[in-house]
């Protein structure tokens, strides 16, 4: 009998360790784009989530646990997000995923994530379709509807703009939606939308798009897509001689605009999540503190993935389990929650209301112009 018994026993053995050791942890999922077109904001987003475990788990952790990061790189390309999720749920057995910035790889994932009732918070997507996928989808930013009256107002009242352009990726969600919600709110306030133009990710060359919009003579574009595209939009803008005042969303915040850009960029604006340059006591606080850590200043994507783990990590701290459905219900009940990104309170729709800062390009640096409330 005891012959029989032992390997069971064994086996009961090695299966309760499994058991006490995946209680030992709470197991957080990650995907990002840590490499490839957009490994700029993956970057930096995954430093601040980084950051905010590293500081929740020196104060003792979560519920008496630390929190444990599983991290999947999805490479910026279309179709590895899904694979990245499925991994983190059926292998890591994360209770909880963060991610993505880009509204095309959340919009991609969260069907996955909301499959297996794991509560989701993207940190930076805006498109308005993400979280619609279902109830276990959250964001801790503000959503492009807001984003876009945000930029149809400042169109208006700043650049006194009444005809403008308008071009857009349309193989991207993200420019889709704001090319949408940015015309719908400008033709609303009497400004007109002179000529629209589209082109697809990847694309180089829009000079055939451009001459389009000189012969339409506009006051000032609206390019609503990504940031490598926004500046070479920018580029040869410039190059056909339209020195009108050039726009763009969140999509345009990273340091590759920049670059690319170089001095097509000067007097360029953009609508965003953050600037450091804020003086508020949270804001130099978060400054300071990722400089130690990483040896430069946090943009915007890090500042929101920073969130993004503190939200979640409030979640299952009010939630008093790490169970996913516990955390998902402490998530939509978040009110009033004091981030380094604004005060954050979780709506109806899963959505964060939060302020926007209007940013310029002077001297090759994104420059602060003002701060819009919601
Ligand atoms: N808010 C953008 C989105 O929803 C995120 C982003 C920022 C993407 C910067 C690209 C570059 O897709």
């Known amino acids: 009998m005891p012959s029989r018994l032992t390997p069971l026993l064994a086996v009961a053995a090695l299966l309760g360790a499994a058991s006490l050791f ?3 942890t709470i197991r ?4 990002a784009s840590l490499t490839g077109k957009e490994a700029a904001y993956g970057e930096t987003s995954h430093k601040g989530i980084l950051l905010a475990i590293e500081e929740l788990n020196a104060q003792g952790g979560v519920l008496g646990k630390k929190l444990e990061l599983f991290t999947e790189d999805n490479q910026s390309k279309q179709g590895e997000s899904a694979t990245a999720v499925k991994k983190l749920i059926s292998r890591e057995k994360v209770v909880a995923i963060l991610g993505e910035v880009a509204s095309i790889r959340s919009l991609e994932a969260a069907p996955v994530i909301q499959g297996a009732k794991i509560p989701m918070v993207s940190s930076a997507s805006v498109n308005s379709r993400v979280t619609e996928v279902g109830d276990y989808i959250f964001r801790v930013c503000f959503v492009d509807s807001f984003e876009g009256a945000v930029l149809a107002k400042f169109a208006e009242d700043h650049l006194k ?3 403008v352009a308008i071009l857009t990726s349309v193989s991207n969600a993200y420019s ?6 940015f015309k719908e709110r400008f033709t609303a306030a009497g400004g007109q939308i002179a000529v629209e133009q589209r ?6 060359d829009f000079r055939a798009q451009l001459t389009a919009v000189k012969a339409a003579g506009v006051d000032a574009i609206f390019a609503s897509g990504y940031y490598t595209e926004a500046a070479l939009i920018c580029v040869q803008a410039r190059q056909l001689g339209l020195n009108i005042p050039i726009f763009g969303g969140d999509g345009w915040d990273a340091p590759p605009l920049l670059e690319i850009g170089g001095a097509a960029m000067e007097g360029t604006y953009l609508c965003a999540h953050y600037s450091p340059d804020n003086p508020s006591a949270e804001v130099q ?9 990483w040896g430069s200043l946090p943009d915007a994507w890090a500042a929101l993935g920073y969130d993004s783990a503190f939200v979640l990590a ?6 008093g389990s790490a169970e996913p459905k516990a955390i998902r219900d402490a998530l939509a009940a978040t009110k009033d929650y004091s981030a380094v990104t604004g005060r954050i309170t979780i709506d109806a729709k899963r959505n964060a209301s939060k302020s926007a800062v209007i940013l310029t390009v002077k001297d090759g640096k994104y420059k602060f112009v003002t701060s819009v409330a919601p």
């Not at 957080?28 to 995907?31: A, L, S």
């Not at 606080?285 to 850590?293: D, E, S």
């Open 22 to 24: 995946a209680q030992e």
């Open 28 to 31: 957080i999922g990650e995907y």
């Open 161 to 163: 703009a009444r005809r």
């Open 176 to 181: 889709v939606g704001m090319s949408k919600v």
């Open 199 to 204: 082109y697809s990710e990847g694309d180089k």
């Open 285 to 293: 606080n978060f400054n300071q503190r990722y400089r130690a850590r």
């Open 314 to 319: 409030d979640a299952i701290r009010r939630a």
